[in-house]
């Protein structure tokens, strides 16, 4: 069987996206024909079908939900590579390091503070989560991430700080004069429910607190007494006048990493790392 091109993998999934090779075709810019043969040809060519055809409409196979799953992954991943390519062909160019916006800003000024003398880098800031598919999708080099709350999955990383969490509180809350509190305490404020923050696979967990996703939005639902977060002792760098922070003494630790993708060659990927754990890592 011949290799699957990557022509033919746009293709189909722009048909198994908009199950409908009328829009698929003007969503690509040819003409319908031609991509009606390309994917009948594609079924031809893997022998299975992979979409079902009728006067109703399209609707895909078992085996077209199989390929649209894996046709975004290698897309993803030959995109990424360009990307990466072209950065790595300009030797003028600064590393990409990502961070949430927000996060571990002292730590990330001593990082850049050591490493700037010898490796350029330019700082791209992300909301919640972000960080790893910027770093899949070859937009990063680098990114801070923080154990156990972001997905590491695939990467190698190295272990900067650990360190406890605090709550953020709206200053006029009676727990804001609080020397700290349980992480129970936290969770069980009346009037003042914990914000949800989204989960690796992009879901929310239950609970009768905000949804939030950036950093702005979560700063003034807190001042404004809709909610409280608890996070790592080092993020509340961002904490307004109107928030206070308390330290929860029994909330997990969370451990900032160094985070790059696995078998990278690049030199100066490789010098930032070694130079940021000597200069961070306890």
């Not at 080092?234 to 929860?248: D, F, I, K, L, N």
Request: proline residues 7%.
């Amino acid at each position: 069987m011949h290799d699957l091109e990557t022509r033919e993998l746009r293709y189909f999934v722009a048909v198994a996206e908009e199950l409908h090779f009328g829009r698929a075709a003007e969503r690509l810019g040819i003409a319908q024909p031609p991509l009606s043969r390309a994917i009948r040809q594609l079924e031809h060519r893997l022998g299975v079908q992979l979409l079902d055809r009728d006067r109703r409409g399209v609707a895909l196979t078992d085996a077209g939900r199989v390929l649209l799953h894996e046709a975004r992954l290698a897309l993803a991943a030959v995109a990424a590579a360009a990307r990466r390519t072209r950065r790595a062909g300009d030797p003028r160019r600064p590393l990409v390091l990502v961070t949430k916006a927000g996060a571990s800003h002292e730590l990330l000024q001593r990082l850049l503070g050591a490493v700037e003398a010898e490796t350029p880098v330019e700082v791209l800031l992300c909301e919640v989560g972000e960080q790893a598919g910027l770093l899949r999708d070859g937009s990063a080099d680098v990114a801070l991430m923080h154990r156990p709350f972001d997905d590491l999955a695939g990467f190698d990383t190295e272990d900067l700080l650990t360190e406890g969490q605090v709550a953020i509180l709206p200053a006029a809350h009676p727990l804001a004069a609080r020397d700290q509190l349980t992480f129970a305490e936290a969770r069980d404020v009346p009037g003042l429910p914990i914000a949800r923050w989204p989960q690796l696979d992009g879901s929310y967990p239950d609970g009768p607190g905000p949804e939030v996703r950036t950093q702005s939005k979560l700063a003034q639902l807190v001042a404004l007494g809709r909610t409280l977060l608890v996070i790592p002792a080092s993020s509340r760098a961002w904490q307004w006048p109107e928030h206070v922070a308390v330290p929860v003494v029994d909330a997990p630790d969370v451990t900032t990493v160094l985070a790059w993708q696995p078998g990278t060659r690049s030199q100066a990927v490789a010098s930032l790392v070694r130079t940021a754990a000597a200069a961070l890592r306890p």
